[in-house]
Structures are given as structure tokens and as C-alpha cells.
């Protein structure tokens, strides 16, 4: 369990949480609407090397990003319905051998017992932050 108090401390987790991650690894990003999952994927991103400022994917559903000899993918699952995910053709994604970090993984139904990482961003007070992390297996 790890505690941040500024959106700063959240991305700079996110940061050393990517050290864990390796090729075909899916995290499933969980929490509610402004709890800081892209500001942890923003973390993600840049401890990838990426100079640019990781978006919200929201209104793109995808984001690629390169992460050395792999890809990084930021998917946004807020505006599909859990009924609809696998008809974007999702698995190509996830299972690409790349690295796919999904927010609002909850819609992804069907997938709960893959392996993955599992994160859950609580909001506590201000802009403080509750982060769980865990391999599920």
C-alpha cells in the first residue's frame, strides 16, 4: 500500500512501478473518475523515455507510446459499455506481447483472471491518494 500526497508523488510512483513492468505485462488501472490514473500512466511513461506529456486517452480510447524495443499502450475504457470492449479488437492489444496499462479495466470483462497487474487509486483527502499494487496471477 503506498500513500501520495501530491499529483507529483503519484506520477513519480508511477514511475518506479514501471521498473517492474516487462514485455506482454497488462496493468488493469482502477479507481474513480479524477483518483489519478493518468497521472500514475503519466509516471509510467516518462520513466519510458518518453519526452511528451502522457494524455488522458478518454476521447482517443488508445495511446501508443515507444518503450525501448516494445510499445507502451494507455487504454481508456470510460466511454465503451463492459459489452462492447471486445469488439474493438482490444485482445490485439493486450496480447501483443507489448505493455497495455487500461483504465477503467473494470468494463474489461473476460479478462479478470489473466495475468496482470492489478492498481487501485483511492482518492483519501485533497489531492492525496491511496495506491494498491499487485501482480495477479
Not at 501530491?6 to 479507481?31: H, N, Q, R, Y
Not at 497487474?117 to 495506491?131: D, F, H, L, Q
Request: positive net charge; without cysteine.
Amino acid at each position: 500500500m503506498f500513500f501520495t500526497k501530491t499529483p507529483k508523488e503519484t506520477s513519480d510512483l508511477g514511475k518506479k512501478f514501471a521498473a517492474a513492468l516487462k514485455s506482454g505485462d497488462i496493468v488493469f488501472l482502477k479507481g474513480d473518475l479524477g483518483s489519478g490514473k493518468t497521472t500514475f500512466t503519466q509516471g509510467v511513461v516518462k520513466a519510458f523515455g518518453n519526452k511528451g506529456f502522457a494524455r488522458s486517452s478518454s476521447f482517443m480510447l488508445v495511446n501508443e507510446y515507444n518503450a525501448g524495443s516494445i510499445k507502451l499502450f494507455h487504454i481508456d475504457l470510460y466511454r465503451l459499455k463492459p459489452l462492447s470492449v471486445w469488439d474493438i479488437g482490444i485482445e490485439e492489444y493486450l496480447y501483443s506481447g507489448n505493455i497495455s496499462i487500461i483504465e477503467w479495466a473494470e468494463r474489461l470483462v473476460g479478462a479478470e483472471n489473466d495475468n496482470h497487474w492489478n492498481v487501485e487509486i483511492e482518492n483519501t483527502a485533497g489531492s492525496e491518494r491511496k495506491i494498491k499494487i499487485e501482480k495477479k496471477k
